[in-house]
């Protein structure tokens, strides 16, 4: 977590060198004081761009739900908890995982499509680090109880894991690359 802390330091202060930079340039070479728009736009974009690549949105979990699924999430699903591993992991490790609330009939289409997609085997949980995140403990993680849980390697190095909580409403999610 410390680390991701120093990268996000440093892709903000490089951001703020990097528009000091193109300002003095540009007011060196009398381009105008208007010029300055130039380098704070740029700063805006790396500054939003790295913000949402360590703080995905809900549309990134809906878009990794469907990855995972092949089946796209209603607009009325609620992501009770998110969590992504940092993207700047040096041997290129990533999970995300993300615990969604959906209506019972809803939950149930989910169910009945994802067992007899035959792209999945069941009863398989590795349990990342986000998981144990989105559900709050390794307490609650260990104490979970499934209607069906199911599983798949998308590639050679990426797991995908979805699983229905036997409450009827709630499913957890979790992609893991390696």
């Excluded at 728009?37 to 939003?48: D, H, K, Q």
Aim: proline share 3%; hydrophobic share 40%.
């Amino acid at each position: 977590m410390l680390l991701s802390l120093y990268i996000i330091i440093g892709v903000v202060g490089g951001a703020i060198f990097l528009s000091y930079l193109q300002y003095r340039y540009l007011r060196k070479n009398k381009y105008g004081k208007w010029l300055i728009f130039l380098p704070v736009v740029i700063g805006g974009l790396i500054l939003y761009g790295g913000y949402f690549a360590f703080f995905p949105d809900d549309d990134y979990y809906r878009g990794l739900f469907h990855d995972i699924t092949g089946v796209w999430l209603p607009d009325n699903a609620v992501f009770l908890a998110t969590s992504s591993s940092p993207p700047v992991d040096p041997h290129g490790d990533y999970c995300s995982a993300s615990l969604i609330l959906v209506e019972e009939n809803t939950y149930n289409d989910l169910l009945e499509k994802i067992q007899t997609d035959t792209r999945f085997d069941s009863n398989q949980l590795v349990g990342s680090d986000e998981l144990v995140r989105v559900v709050g403990s390794r307490d609650n993680y260990k104490s979970m109880n499934f209607t069906y849980k199911a599983s798949r390697f998308a590639y050679t190095d990426v797991y995908n894991f979805v699983g229905f909580l036997d409450d009827g409403r709630t499913l957890v999610t979790e992609q893991c690359a390696t």
